[in-house]
Structures are given as C-alpha cells and as structure tokens.
C-alpha cells in the first residue's frame, strides 16, 4: 500500500500570496500611494474611526476607499456620503478575509489614478484577516474597549501583524472592565514596537494624534 503524501497546502498559498503582496506594495510605493489596511473584529467602530480619519486627513491627501463585506453595501454608502471620498464596495461572496490578489482587484476597481491614500476596510474578524498580507503599506489594527483587554492574548497573530493599534470606544471605558494598562502590556506582549492610541471617534479624543501619526506614515510614500 502507498504511502500518504501530506501537501501543505496552507504554506503554499501564504508564501505565494506574500510574494504577490510585495510586488503590490513596491508598485504602490513606485507610485507614491499609501495603502492602510484596517482590521479588526465586527462592531468594534472601524468605519466610524475611518470616517473620523477621513475627515482629518482630506486636506491633506486625496483619499479613496475600499470596503469589503460579505455582503451589503452599507459601510460604503456611509464612508461616501459622510466624507465625499471615492469609494467602492466589494462583495466577498463569503470569504472571511481579502487576500492580496483579491486587493489588487479592488484596487483596480477603486482605480487609484490621482489617489495618494488608500483605506481598505477589511472584512470583520481577529483571525483570517491576519493571516494574508494584502500588499499594504501598513496595518491599523483596532480593539474597542467592550471586547475586553485580553484580546491581544487570545489573537495573538493580529496584533503581531499590526505596524499601530487604535484602541477604540474609549468614551464608554467606565462603564465596561477594561484596563488601559493591561490593554497596553497584552499588545506590547505581541508587538513590542506597535504605537497605541486610545482614541472615541465620538468625543474626537486621540483622533488628532492617530491622524497625525498616519499621516507621517503616509507622507514617507507619497512625498518620496
């Protein structure tokens, strides 16, 4: 009897898809285009904070979006009609997560012609997203205050993926049991080098200073 051969499928896949994902961010970079990839899990205000930052970073940038959902375009109507930024929804027909081919294709669809700050909304989960590079120039991964400060121990991939974290809702901190401090050593845990910021998009507290921050992240690509 033959033996089973065992092919590892995954490795494949992750390292193909990480080499097509760097060939994405040196064109991006070649043509002076930040690309920000915002992960985090359902619920936890990712559009509310784009849109904040959006309406900080205009002035500065010309800005399109991408937002990915299994279905319905909701986010996206909501990002153009808040802010007035090119924006374009995608549908991913289930997957829980973008790949970098599938973000080159949104890309094309967004058409970056006259972009220099790209947002790409990716689908609402801690796990898959984390595991494809989609060619990004930077990861903002966002935590809000009622999931609970244990959530870098149990995502451990995420938030060691993350180039800055935005810890979010931070208007409703007393009223949950979440601990700024143990927030901040369970991210450091995973990546020790990754910027925090306590921001509520509501208030507008740390808004300013995540704004500023992206923007000198971005202002190295597209001022090169």
Same mark, same amino acid.
Do not use: W
């Given at each position: 009897? !033959?033996?089973? #051969?065992?092919? !590892?499928? #995954? !490795?494949?896949? =992750?390292?193909?898809?990480?080499? *097509?994902? *760097?060939?994405?961010?040196?064109?991006?970079?070649?043509?002076?285009?930040?690309?920000?990839?915002?992960?985090?899990?359902?619920?936890?205000?990712? =559009?509310?904070?784009?849109?904040?930052?959006?309406?900080?970073?205009?002035?500065?940038? #010309?800005?399109?979006?991408?937002?990915?959902?299994?279905?319905?375009?909701?986010?996206? *109507? =909501?990002?153009?009609?808040?802010?007035?930024?090119?924006?374009? *929804?995608?549908?991913?027909?289930?997957?829980?997560? %973008?790949?970098?081919?599938?973000?080159?294709?949104?890309?094309?669809? %967004?058409?970056?012609?006259?972009?220099?700050?790209?947002? %790409?909304?990716?689908?609402?989960?801690?796990?898959?997203?984390?595991?494809?590079?989609? @060619?990004?120039?930077?990861?903002?991964?966002?935590?809000?205050?009622?999931?609970?400060?244990?959530?870098?121990?149990?995502?451990?991939?995420?938030?060691?993926?993350?180039?800055?974290?935005?810890?979010?809702?931070?208007?409703?901190?007393?009223?949950?049991?979440?601990?700024?401090?143990?927030?901040?050593?369970?991210?450091?845990?995973?990546?020790?080098?990754?910027?925090?910021?306590?921001?509520?998009?509501?208030? @507008?507290?740390?808004?300013?200073?995540?704004?500023?921050? %992206?923007?000198?992240?971005?202002?190295?690509?597209?001022?090169?």
């Amino acid at each position: 009897m !033959e033996r089973v #051969k065992v092919v !590892e499928i #995954k !490795e494949d896949i =992750t390292s193909r898809n990480n080499a *097509q994902a *760097q060939s994405i961010r040196d064109e991006l970079k070649r043509r002076g285009v930040f690309f920000l990839n915002v992960m985090s899990s359902p619920g936890s205000g990712k =559009t509310t904070l784009i849109v904040s930052l959006i309406n900080r970073l205009k002035k500065d940038f #010309k800005i399109g979006v991408i937002e990915a959902d299994i279905d319905s375009a909701v986010d996206a *109507q =909501t990002v153009s009609d808040v802010t007035g930024v090119k924006t374009v *929804q995608i549908h991913t027909m289930g997957a829980c997560h %973008l790949t970098c081919q599938m973000a080159y294709e949104s890309l094309e669809a %967004l058409g970056i012609d006259g972009l220099d700050f790209v947002i %790409l909304e990716n689908i609402g989960n801690l796990v898959c997203p984390a595991e494809f590079d989609t @060619g990004a120039s930077a990861n903002l991964v966002i935590l809000s205050v009622p999931e609970g400060d244990d959530k870098p121990i149990k995502y451990p991939l995420m938030f060691e993926v993350a180039d800055v974290v935005a810890v979010t809702k931070k208007d409703v901190l007393p009223a949950f049991d979440f601990s700024i401090d143990k927030a901040e050593t369970n991210i450091n845990m995973r990546n020790k080098n990754t910027p925090v910021f306590f921001v509520s998009a509501v208030s @507008g507290e740390g808004v300013d200073e995540l704004a500023e921050y %992206l923007k000198s992240k971005a202002m190295k690509i597209t001022e090169a």
